[in-house]
């Protein structure tokens, strides 16, 4: 059954190397090459989205690319999910940013 009070961010979304067709959901320049579950359970805590340990699932598959295991985190829906997924890869690339400085 639909759980419509949450929503699930795939790593996928975030993904540089995977075009729009294969499930990436942000423009190719807020996308960043290879996303770790690591960095999208810091991009949601840096964005202000709670979860619980139990939501973060990182041997999930993406059901466009069966084939490579990716992950996922399930959040509480406080919006509209393209909403959530921009504010989410905007804190994935500063992050990603700040870990290299």
Same mark, same amino acid.
């Given at each position: 059954?639909? !759980? +419509?009070?949450? /929503?699930?961010?795939?790593?996928? +979304?975030?993904?540089?190397?995977? &075009?729009?067709?294969? #499930?990436?959901? /942000? ?11 690591? @960095? =999208? @359970? ?12 139990? !939501?973060?699932? &990182?041997? #999930? ?6 084939? /490579?295991? &990716? #992950? +996922? ?5 406080? #919006?509209?999910?393209?909403?959530? /997924? ?5 804190? =994935?690339? @500063?992050?990603?940013? &700040?870990?290299?400085?």
């Amino acid at each position: 059954m639909k !759980d +419509y009070d949450h /929503v699930i961010l795939w790593l996928d +979304y975030f993904n540089k190397n995977i &075009s729009k067709r294969k #499930g990436r959901r /942000v423009a190719k320049n807020e996308a960043i090459y290879d996303p770790t579950m690591e @960095e =999208l @359970e810091k991009a949601c805590r840096r964005s202000g989205l709670k979860f619980v340990g139990n !939501d973060v699932n &990182s041997g #999930g598959r993406y059901p466009r690319r069966p084939y /490579v295991r &990716s #992950g +996922y985190i399930m959040l509480p829906k406080i #919006g509209k999910k393209t909403t959530m /997924v921009d504010r989410v890869a905007r804190a =994935l690339k @500063e992050t990603r940013n &700040s870990n290299r400085t």
